[in-house]
């Protein structure tokens, strides 16, 4: 049940922050190709760490 609670409290903090990044973001000049860039090697890394089991 404490388990629950915890996970329930990180998803809701996380919620917070994921609305105030867009607000602040769509507020600034962000080169979205750089970005979308980043997360893609990011997103690829976990990937073949999890395809491969090294890294």
Do not use: E, P, Y
């Amino acid at each position: 049940m404490i388990r629950l609670v915890v996970i329930a409290l990180v998803v809701v903090v996380a919620w917070i922050l994921l609305v105030k990044l867009i607000k602040v973001l769509k507020s600034a000049n962000v080169d979205w190709t750089g970005v979308t860039t980043i997360i893609g090697f990011i997103a690829l890394a976990f990937w073949l760490r999890h395809i491969t089991g090294m890294g």
